[in-house]
């Protein structure tokens, strides 16, 4: 992979992912071939190498992951058959798709956790046992859900409310329902089952004391190097605040990197990989998804830390070096949310360079209620002054002209 | 300029500047728009929008032109005379014709600072005077050469050896000849005076205790924000490393500061400007060169301080806010500089990027010998321990495989 005077990085999907990993690929000289849904893609817009196409076409695949050394990913939109036919054709997926199988299926992702758990995973990773997290259990309490009675039946045991989540294709809160009652499950679920997929896992609702995210990026060689944990702010099923470090003990911090290292490296992932975590307001430390892929939780890297995570995810899936994933400083994310209609983002970065110390990145999206248009990035001298300059700057960039 | 979805830049050149000013467009979503030499230069390959043609005819700058809201640059070639053409047809230049013509003229340069000293400019800027600067002396002794007895005449008054410089198009050493006797200057100056263009500046060979650089950004709205001051280690007239902070009393930090300051906004410069800086054994500081645009000087600004300098370049050509220059770390540049061949800049990154601390940036450039490939920058807890950092890493990306 290294030994030749060009590297090229083929990327299924063109979003901002694929946009910032453009971006840092500019600095290696390596070249990023995305495959695009269309010309206007986010990362198309920044000058990214594209094939148009669609990632449930397998020819659209094949042609652009000719272009590249490595086939690596933006989203989680491949059908697994394909990642497999892909594979088998020759083509070097990174991570595999026996590992994307998992972050593409949360049915299998929970039963995998819940089997490493009860195997005593949680033992043989040398956790601290003071570290509150409950030696064999991984995962919230969930089942598989075909109908409205698996769901009755989920609740007398747990309690209402249930949260209902599909098992593959949902991101940024959809496909995440709360079921508040039998009349609101009997409206989303079949009233008798239903053939195997699209499928839907229920989970108790956990009491949380707040959520974090673990990037962790490993290369094909084994090297392993994670970032300190990021506190992650969701409304509606969204990421909406970025904190680090996370407000966390020590302990439980050093615990929650030891589990994402741990899963990692079990499930063999190479590339960034962002392990969302739970932590309940009982002090247990729960795995909520994994994404492998650069991730909106890792945006704060770019400027917090010595190494971003699209660099790093670059040098993971080449197995190239990993880079210091040291903290430069307390910062705080906030994402840019589209709302109403009647916003200029590029006219709003303009006005929120204003705010001292702010770091606007858009990803050249039409505005679009509910759309992800960009982040704010601030540096401060502890998390709570950087979240002040992140969120004016946010609001500035949000604001009609 | 900002109350709109779009904010297009027009940068004439493709170079490593019109790259890296790529890259930080990217995070504003502004379309860079570059006037390139052929496909394969830096910036077309990191994927800007770009228009192929020769920056010395009007058509092609006209074409590029046409696509941006400003005209900017990454280099000096332009004829002054298409310049001025290209504003009279509407274009918004930044810098301006009249501001460019004195980074492009090192003649024009020398004797509007030698007015600019002798009419009390350095008394009027506020500089100290305890700060070693000599309050009328902006620039070293100079003189127009046209024939080699002009050069004899300049020797007779400052003594042997004497520096010779083409009047324009000069860089990285290249137009910079050490005189060292009349035998030298025989073989390089036509015996009798020559035509108006192109002349050549002869200028007294300094002792010189260290180079340094200033990079001012200013705003057409007034607004003007100093990088501290970058320790340039030139070699054979190019630039080999770079350390931020200089080596530099406060004091003459701050008088070099000041003028720099002081002189940008008198020649009216918007945008990112380089002023270079002579610091003489005998404590004087002189002005060498000013360059109107992102510089190699300015590359350690990227990891080293809050905003770099191709982010500032394009929110000061489009007046919208400067940033903040603050230093984030001690910090360390090395230029890669082609040697001899069988060298792979790429694979010997994936080498380099072993040494911890280590941000390398790659031009996408063929090797070549004197060829800068790219630069590597480094943080330390101190200038030293960056240097050493970068030094090992370019060793590595230099190396044969």
Redesign the interface.
């Given at each position: 992979m290294?030994?030749?005077?060009?590297?090229i990085v083929t990327m299924i999907g063109a979003g901002q992912l694929a946009?910032?990993t453009?971006?840092a690929a500019?600095?290696?000289?390596?070249?990023l071939h995305v495959l695009a849904s269309s010309a206007s893609d986010p990362a198309v817009?920044?000058?990214?190498?594209h094939t148009v196409g669609r990632p449930d076409r397998y020819g659209d695949l094949e042609a652009a992951a000719s272009f590249g050394d490595v086939v690596t990913f933006d989203h989680e939109l491949v059908p697994t058959a394909l990642l497999y036919r892909l594979e088998e054709a020759g083509h070097v997926l990174r991570p595999t798709p026996a590992a994307l199988a998992f972050a593409q299926d949360k049915l299998l992702a929970r039963r995998t956790l819940a089997d490493l758990g009860e195997a005593g995973f949680m033992g043989k990773t040398g956790i601290p046992g003071d570290a509150d997290t409950d030696a064999d259990t991984l995962v919230p309490a969930f089942a598989e859900a075909r109908s409205a009675r698996d769901a009755y039946a989920f609740a007398a045991e747990h309690g209402w409310p249930v949260v209902l989540k599909a098992r593959g294709g949902g991101y940024d809160g959809r496909g995440v329902h709360i079921l508040r009652s039998p009349t609101e499950t009997a409206r989303m679920l079949p009233a008798a089952p239903e053939g195997p997929e699209p499928g839907w896992v229920l989970e108790e609702h956990l009491d949380l004391a707040a959520e974090l995210s673990i990037l962790v990026a490993r290369r094909p060689s084994g090297e392993v190097a994670s970032y300190p944990p990021v506190g992650t702010q969701q409304e509606d099923g969204m990421c909406r605040e970025l904190t680090l470090p996370a407000r966390l003990s020590e302990g439980a911090g050093r615990a929650a990197t030891d589990l994402a290292e741990s899963l990692v490296a079990s499930l063999g992932v190479v590339g960034v990989c962002a392990v969302e975590l739970f932590q309940t307001s009982d002090g247990r430390l729960l795995v909520n998804e994994l994404a492998m892929r650069p991730h909106n939780s890792g945006h704060i890297t770019i400027e917090a830390c010595?190494t971003s995570q699209f660099h790093q995810h670059l040098?993971a899936v080449?197995d190239?070096?990993l880079?210091?994933t040291a903290l430069?400083?307390p910062a705080a994310t906030v994402n840019l949310i589209g709302g109403p209609a009647g916003i200029?983002?590029?006219?709003g970065?303009?006005?929120a360079?204003?705010v001292?110390?702010a770091?606007?990145?858009?990803?050249?999206k039409e505005p679009r209620a509910g759309r992800k248009l960009?982040h704010v990035t601030a540096?401060g001298s502890d998390v709570e002054e950087a979240l002040e300059i992140a969120r004016e700057a946010a609001r500035l960039v949000l604001a009609p002209?």
């Open positions: 290294s030994a030749r005077a060009n590297a946009r910032m453009h971006q500019i600095d290696y000289a390596i070249t817009l920044a000058g990214a190498d010595e040098r080449l190239w070096p880079g210091s430069r400083s200029d983002p590029i006219d970065c303009s006005r360079l204003g001292h110390g770091h606007v990145h858009l990803y050249a960009g540096l002209a």
